[in-house]
């Protein structure tokens, strides 16, 4: 079946650190990737998303690249900030399928 | 895009109560979805909502629990029934806007039951 897997948390960073948090898929077809994104006491916001193969989606300075022959989408910074701390989720969902599969969460913490 | 507001935004229950949750969007869309969140842990579907037709359940999820409305486009209510403390999590609703594919998220009921 379809799933997502991401990286365990919490991850925790100094300010201006690089980021990376792994996300890989496993789907039938082609799927959309997105990186959702959750600040404490909010509800899931979209992060960035690419509909096919060697798309980059990016915002806000993440960034992530479609990669059918890794089936992965990595979330990457350059620089974090204090801002970023919250739980990144990684999800697919089918075009048409209007159902979306999310990844378990990792919570990321950003010291100053 | 879309916003999404939901109510309430938390509460405490009391074992053997019901709750319901309001969901209203700012524009029509087809297609409304409900998610439980329960604590530290991903978004798990409960049911997808379309207006005029019955709620579709995901596996482990059923009707008499968790009672679904959707009178039209721009609303939707999910009940919570005869409530025990595992019933405690955050409830999301979200709708795919637009054909993209992406979903838009409401801001979350925090559900608390002693």
């Known amino acids: 079946g379809n799933s997502v897997t991401q990286m365990e948390g919490p991850v925790t960073l100094s300010e201006e650190a690089f980021l990376t948090i792994n996300c890989t898929y496993t789907?039938?077809?082609?799927?959309?990737l997105f990186w959702y994104v959750q600040y404490p006491g909010e509800g899931l916001q979209l992060l960035l998303k690419?509909?096919?193969?060697?798309d980059k989606g990016s915002n806000k300075g993440f960034e992530a690249t479609y990669r059918k022959e890794t089936t992965s989408f990595h979330l990457e910074k350059g620089s974090v900030q204090v801002s970023d701390s919250a739980v990144y989720f990684c999800?697919?969902?089918?075009?048409?399928?209007?159902?979306?599969?999310f990844g378990a969460g990792t919570r990321l913490f950003v010291k100053a | 895009s879309a916003v999404i507001s939901q109510k309430p935004s938390r509460d405490i229950c009391q074992r053997g109560t019901s709750l319901t949750i309001q969901c209203q969007v700012d524009s029509q869309v087809t297609m409304m979805f409900w998610y439980r969140q329960q604590p530290g842990q991903s978004l798990t579907l409960i049911a997808t909502a379309n207006q005029g037709s019955e709620a579709t359940y995901e596996s482990g999820f059923v009707i008499d629990k968790f009672p679904i409305s959707r009178p039209n486009l721009t609303f939707s209510t999910l009940t919570v029934s005869n409530m025990s403390p595992e019933d405690s999590s955050i409830y999301l609703c979200?709708?795919?806007?637009?054909?993209?594919?992406?979903?838009?998220f409401g801001p979350g009921t925090r559900l608390t039951v002693l």
């Open positions: 979200s709708v795919e806007a637009g054909f993209t594919d992406t979903q838009y």
């Open positions: 789907a039938t077809g082609y799927p959309s």
């Open positions: 999800a697919l969902t089918y075009t048409g399928g209007f159902k979306t599969i």
């Open positions: 690419a509909t096919k193969a060697d």
